[in-house]
């Protein structure tokens, strides 16, 4: 088992001599379950998007974060963040250009990753693709794309990353990005495949807990609803009505920011959450609950 978290170095000067800031998380005095100092963690479609705002909370808790993705070189956001955890965090942001469906070379990266630690203790998938096209319109190469990245990438990654937390025997925890699309179907949309995908992935994430549970492995899903990401925000550029219509279908009026799942990402992550697993995290607005 794990021992409490540690705090940083200039946190624990600032608790010595009563310094501390008052509305800090995650120190040994408030809120340690929140605290990932000395956490090792990993993000599939860490350069950007969604992804690059739960890397940044994790950081901001104190967790070494790996993002992996299959991008040449991560967004221009994501430079800000690794200068941000070097400089004010204590901590570090490191990029590995992976494809989830490589199965070899995510198990040779995250092999060396937990060698260079000594350890592993989470992973985020958010690595995933989308398509929009009709169900007559698919055809199989398109949509078997779709389910390799969105559902065998996500396996994978998992699968890697499990077996290095096995090797060091600290359980750890396992967080996979879902959507409210994994339950519902979206009006106005012909996403068969992407839709099936996350269904999927909802189903491989409690499967995955039941077998790994005895390892003290955690696995847990997020499902989102529409976010305001750069793709989406390009989306609306050639279907300029969706960006009223998506806001009315759900209980807020509004679409999500991708920083508003990163206590999300550090919870599931966390101590905070230790009998935890098995479940979907539900974060659409209320969307699906008309």
Known sequence: MRGPPKAPAQEADNLRTGNEAPTFLGTQKRLPEFNLVDRVVLVSGGARGLGLAQSEALLEAGAKVYALDRLEKPSPEFYNVQAKAQKELGTSLHYHQIDVRDEAGLNKTIEKIGKENGRLDGLIAAAGI????????????????????????????????????????????????????????????????YNTSKSAVLQLARNLAAEWGTHGIRVNTISPGYILTAMVEDLFVKFPERRAEWSTQNMLGRLSQPKEYRGAAVFLLSDASTFMTGADLIMDGGHHSW
Do not use: H, W
Not at 141 to 149: H, I, Q, T
Not at 159 to 164: D, I, L, N
């Open 130 to 193: 989308q398509q929009e096209t009709t169900a007559f319109d698919y055809n199989a190469a398109d949509f078997n794309r779709m389910l390799e990245v969105n559902v065998t990438g996500v396996f994978l990654t998992a699968q890697a990353a499990a077996k290095q937390m096995v090797k060091f025997g600290n359980g750890g925890s396992i967080v996979m990005i879902a959507s409210m699309s994994g339950t519902i179907a979206n009006k106005g949309l012909a996403c068969p495949a």
